[in-house]
């Protein structure tokens, strides 16, 4: 990282959400790398706590909450905006993959409410506050937490996946309202990523001897780190990306790319 790099967020505050672990984790960590003050949200206090003794820097907080609860969302974020002026980044990462992989003749609805609630509403209850903010100063970036499982079918359950896709569309929605205040509204869409959340998928691989076969149906022919997720977010949520509002990125070893089903790619 370059001495450049290092001060991208410089005397900016960035909240943070699914802080605790995973991409959030790498994603708060990047920030605070490159000068950023950190507000890590999460629902576990003495994960966030773990995470924020590793940050570089000072003025760093935590907040323990569940992004589906609206009205702590709302008084969280006034009450940072309050406190140091600006937010000038929203990094929405948290999210839950649901289990349920069933067909959608026997899908779970508990399980559909669970996995929209969180993935999709807990994104709009951050967006909706942080941009509220963000509009009355005339600047901010907000990167969302998307999935290529958003995109085409076979990277998660049914219930994830629609849940991706309308945060996609949420992106694209929220550039269009928010362009014309100088709020930029961009989302990453991971591939494979090693991560707490896809842990069984690893866990199933180790105890089938299939390990050899996870990320071979990506392009590069392996699976990601949350670190190169986090670069990819920090450097949508940076200036650098200045010109760039209403996009998708796919962050996923070229999964995406091209046509890709079961048994294609050994």
């Known amino acids: 990282m370059t001495a450049a790099m290092m001060k991208r967020f ?17 994603s708060a960590i990047r920030f605070a790398q490159e ?3 950190v507000v890590l949200v999460d629902r576990e206090q003495s994960a966030l706590q773990a995470v924020l003794n590793e940050l570089s820097g000072s003025g760093h907080e935590i907040a323990a909450l569940d992004v ?14 309050a406190d140091h002026g600006a937010i000038h980044v929203l990094c929405n990462n948290a999210g839950i993959a649901g289990g349920d992989y069933a067909p959608v003749t026997d899908n779970d609805l508990d399980t559909w409410r669970d996995v929209v609630d969180v993935n999709l509403f807990g994104t709009m209850h951050f967006t909706r506050a942080v941009s509220r903010h963000m509009r009355d100063a005339g600047a901010g970036a907000i990167v969302n937490t998307a999935s290529v499982a958003g995109v085409r079918s076979g990277a998660g359950g049914n219930a994830y996946s629609a849940s991706k896709a309308a945060v996609i569309n949420l992106t694209q929605t929220s550039a269009c309202d928010l362009g014309q205040y100088n709020v930029r509204v961009n989302a990453v869409c991971p591939g494979l990523v090693k991560t707490g959340m896809t842990k069984p998928v690893f866990d199933y691989a180790e105890a089938n001897d299939k390990t050899h076969k996870l990320g071979t149906r990506c392009e590069l022919r392996r ?9 990819a977010i920090t450097f949508l949520a940076s200036d650098d990306a200045s010109f760039i ?3 998708a990125l796919p962050v996923d070893g ?3 790319a091209s046509l890709n089903m079961p048994g294609m790619k050994v």
């Not at 699976?223 to 670069?231: H, I, K, Q, T």
């Open 10 to 26: 410089e005397n900016r505050t960035v909240i943070v959400t699914g802080a605790a672990s995973g991409i959030g984790r790498a």
């Open 35 to 37: 000068g950023a003050r």
């Open 68 to 81: 589906r609860d609206e009205p702590n969302v709302t008084a969280l974020v006034d009450r940072v905006a």
């Open 223 to 231: 699976y990601g780190r949350p670190e190169e997720l986090a670069a």
């Open 245 to 247: 509002t209403g996009q």
């Open 254 to 256: 070229g999964n995406t």
